[in-house]
């Protein structure tokens, strides 16, 4: 009882830590990135906050993972640092025993990592896709802003206002440059304001000039106008159809078992699977030597993590061509990492090295040929 409750209290506080290390990077990072799409137009800088908010959420698994993975070979790390686990092998606790205790603790979170990969994530990703659609898809009057060039969502058409009134929807010194039916039209006028006629919004230009020409021929027309109205029309609704693999509910790729779609539910099954493996792959990476450093035993940890992480990615770009076949990946990727860390553990568990093996069986070769020779 004593065993278990000492590890697990332990690696309650080193995950805790690891866990607020971890989610300050990632948050810092996506904040970054948040920022810079904003800046280009590509996220409402309203809805900053809340993207962020829904890409950190989405990244939880993973910083789940690499918590418990970090924590568990730190904590194991510290005591044979501090020769703890030495009194644990002389009480007759193999390094086998401790797989009970790593996994009472890793259980619930295991559990959150399998509902966050196969349930959170797709709709995360489906969150953050609406809120980046409803922003592109916006009016094009919505887009203008003072002292900028902006493109319209159907792509031909480009304003410009010089500045506008507050508090009224007035603006001065427009410019418009379009491309529909075939011509090509330049207006320009010296202030514009916006009308609501029925259903549309209508862009209402006064004293100004316009210049038409049909594309491939040089004649142009221009015309000089006291009043001239442009509708700004809305951008089409989000078609459900075009939703990414990633944003689709794990039940929608069940039902649908494409290649990408197995692809990516590869992917979610994947990462419940890793964080299980990570279990045993912790306590076969602990470090055996006190007087080594701790910076080494991390960056193998770290290489570890990254490289079944790449490994994971691959697969899922392995399935969606068709260079792989879904079970077949899963079980030769988890499988065989679960059969490998489970070797390394046997052979630390047991105290198998290369040298003691040679050494017995120099000794069964040698009572055979003792026992010839009594014979």
């Keep these: 009882m004593l065993f278990q409750s000492s590890i697990r209290k332990e690696l309650a506080r080193s995950f805790g830590a690891t866990l607020v290390v971890l989610m300050t990077i990632v948050i810092t990072i996506i904040l970054i990135r948040t920022l810079g799409q904003a800046s280009r137009g590509s996220v409402n800088p309203q809805d900053v906050m809340l993207v962020m908010g829904y890409s950190a959420l989405g990244r939880m698994p993973i910083i789940l993972t690499l918590s418990l993975f970090v924590a568990m070979v730190s904590t194991l790390s510290r005591m044979y640092r501090d020769s703890e686990m030495v009194v644990w092998f002389v009480s007759g606790r193999g390094l086998g025993f401790f797989l009970v205790p790593l996994f009472r603790f890793a259980w619930p979170v295991l559990l959150v990592i399998t509902l966050m990969s ?35 969502s159907s792509g031909n058409r480009v304003f410009f206002i ?35 006629v029925g259903k549309d919004q209508m862009l209402l230009l006064d004293n100004g000039q316009r210049l038409e020409s049909e594309i491939g021929k040089s004649a142009l027309k221009i015309t000089e106008f006291a009043e001239y109205g442009s509708k700004a029309g809305d951008s089409p609704l989000i078609n459900g159809a075009n939703i990414p ?25 994947g990462m419940a699977l890793a964080a299980i493996n990570f279990v045993v792959i912790a306590l076969a990476l602990a470090s055996v030597n006190p007087r080594a450093g701790r910076s080494g035993n991390l960056i193998f940890v770290l290489f570890t993590f990254v490289v079944y992480h790449n490994l994971l990615n691959l697969g899922q770009s392995w399935i969606s061509v068709g260079a792989a076949n879904f079970a077949g990946f899963v079980l030769a990727l988890h499988g065989g990492a679960l059969l490998l860390a489970l070797g390394w553990l046997s052979k630390r568990h047991l105290n198998w090295t290369f040298k003691g093996a040679m050494s017995r069986q120099r000794k069964r070769q040698a009572g055979r040929q003792a026992g010839k020779v009594a014979a």
Excluded at 245 to 269: D, F, I, M, V, Y
């Design 118 to 152: 196969v349930f959170v994530w797709p709709w995360s990703n489906l969150q953050t896709q609406e809120v980046r659609d409803r922003y592109e898809q916006r009016g094009d009057l919505e887009r203008v802003s003072p002292g900028q060039f902006q493109e319209s």
């Design 162 to 196: 010089d500045r506008d009134t507050s508090g009224e929807k007035v603006s001065n010194n427009v410019f418009i440059a379009s491309t529909e039916k075939g011509k090509n039209s330049v207006t320009t006028a010296g202030s514009g304001r916006i009308e609501t």
């Design 245 to 269: 693999e990633k944003s689709k509910s794990t039940r929608e790729l069940l039902k649908s078992p494409t290649r990408t779609n197995q692809g990516e539910l590869a992917w979610r099954l």
